[in-house]
């Protein structure tokens, strides 16, 4: 078994990571650490056979394979770089580093200590993004010449805790938080990118963006429009896809963090499956059909981590991406000028 800890009882480490560890009788689940005490009190609760430490020092003494990184962004970098240093395996949360020359030195370093270096980009596994890819892959949209894909919430009354006071400097703001997955999916499903066009605003409360579209101009002629916002009093479809068979309309969220957080667990009966209210739509008009999404599955992450550390295959992740989807956050942020209204 694959001796892990969890760095951060947040939201990352608590809804995102040790459940899946848990659940995957290829890890277990050996330390959890945070300095915070009801996080540590929840923790020992939910998993009683976890040692809770509270630093990081404290962790790198034991005898452990991998580390899993959920703490606040600022911290991703020196925490992977200890890790690193001690021999362990290291997956990081988004984003995966503040900058890119940060996350460049990092994958040296993993590459010179000769262990396994991803990134959780778990949205890849968000059923309706498998469901896009599909799609695509089957040629029912033909040419995609438009990819608008959204996350959009209403949260008037800001962000909360660290992210409440982050700004760009610490990789606080919606572009670092949502914008990483939305920038990563567009990547994955239509390649490089040649140019970026970006509008990025603070409205509300905090001081990291909360208002943010970019528009991406990739190399084989597609266009991405991205939406990402906290103050959508009535938010936008998830995916709407033009190509120049069909169209794509998909709207509501993958239902796995409301059900993590709602205190599901993966393998329950119907986990990772959305009602029929949000299955899509595919056609165009007068002929289209509803689409049912396929099950969103971020264990998979972690089972196709286990094997690439079993055989020294490719990880799930390559950092190399997470690193191109922070340079194409920074040239974002080049042109943002004054974040204010």
Known sequence: ???????GFGVAGRIFHAPFLAADENYSLDYIVTGNAERAAQARAEYPHATVVATPDELFARELDLAVIGTPPPT????????????????????FAVTSAQAEALIEQADLAGRMLTVFQNRRWDGDFRTLRRLLDDGELGRVHTFESRFEWWKPQGPRDWKARAG?????GILYDLGTHLIDQAIQLFGPVAHVHADVLRRGAGDGDDDTFLVLAHENGTRSRLFMTGLAALPG???HVLGDRAGYTKHGLDPQEDALKNGARPGDDGFGHEPRDNWGTLGVPGDTRRVEPEPGDYGEFYRLLATAIATGGAPPVDPRDAVDVLRIIERAHAQKGDLSR
């Open 1 to 7: 078994m694959i001796r892990t800890a969890v760095i």
């Open 237 to 239: 479809p998830r995916f």
């Open 76 to 95: 991703h970098a020196g925490l992977a770089a200890e890790a690193l240093h001690h021999g362990l395996h290291v997956v990081v949360d988004k984003p």
């Open 168 to 172: 760009a400097a610490d990789g606080g």
